[in-house]
């Protein structure tokens, strides 16, 4: 079962504006991260934000976390039309290795009009 | 340095067959997992091997399963295929005790 929900579950933007998804988990993490999907295709890193880390940024990409709250955003800045994705937060469980068992969100269908 | 590889890309098979979806590591990457990605169930762990050995294992029937070698390639083998199974199986690698892994860009598998 998914560990996590995105929210919204689909944002349509214009070019140059900013783009927010939120991701909400429901245990104790070991880290957070966010991966993009284009249609059809394998999901690409973005950012890993671990779960003594309050913000992190890369790039136009910021991320925060508030594990009292159990959640995450991720903010896009400048949005471009090649940002039209499905993002999609991960979840590592408990505080050791996982062997690369992770929890993914259902995503957020982000649409970037140019 | 080249990404993950899956092959095939796409495929359609009838129900009752099983299939075989292979894949190949970033070079130098040890650890490979597989997902399962449908639009009602999202992304699912299937399972993950390193060094040839299977070290964990996700929700799913024993008709799922797999094998690593010993360059690290994998595969996975789907027994007895139901409708249900139609999905991506994307492919993952990572350095031991890595925490990000990569993917690759799927295998598209209808069963119809």
């Known amino acids: 079962s998914q560990q996590g929900e995105e929210d919204p579950q689909a944002l349509s933007i214009q070019e140059g504006e900013n783009a927010t998804m939120n991701c909400s988990y429901k245990t104790s993490i070991n880290n957070l991260q966010w991966y993009r999907q284009n249609s059809g295709r394998g999901l690409v890193h973005l950012i890993l934000i671990r779960s003594n880390e309050r913000e992190k940024h890369s790039g136009r990409l910021r991320v925060t976390l508030d594990t009292s709250k159990k959640s995450s955003s991720l903010l896009i800045t400048a949005s471009r039309a090649a940002d039209t994705a499905s993002y999609f937060c991960?979840?590592?469980?408990?505080?050791?290795?996982?062997?690369?068992?992770?929890?993914f969100g259902s995503g957020t269908k982000l649409n970037v009009k140019p | 340095k080249a990404g993950v590889t899956q092959t095939p890309r796409y495929l359609i098979k009838t129900r009752g067959q099983q299939v075989t979806l292979s894949c190949s590591p970033i070079s130098g990457h040890r650890s490979v997992s597989w997902y399962q990605q449908t639009p009602g169930q999202g992304l699912q762990f299937l399972f993950e091997?390193?060094?040839?050995?299977?070290?964990n294992k996700g929700n799913f029937p024993g008709r799922f399963s797999g094998r690593q070698f010993s360059n690290s390639r994998s595969e996975m083998n789907v027994s007895t295929l139901e409708l249900g199974d139609s999905a991506l199986y994307l492919c993952?690698?990572?350095?031991?005790?890595?925490?990000?892994?990569?993917f690759g860009e799927g295998s598209w598998l209808t069963v119809v």
């Open positions: 991960a979840t590592a469980r408990g505080l050791f290795y996982n062997f690369n068992k992770f929890y």
């Open positions: 091997y390193f060094s040839e050995t299977q070290r």
């Open positions: 993952a690698s990572s350095l031991e005790q890595a925490n990000t892994i990569y």
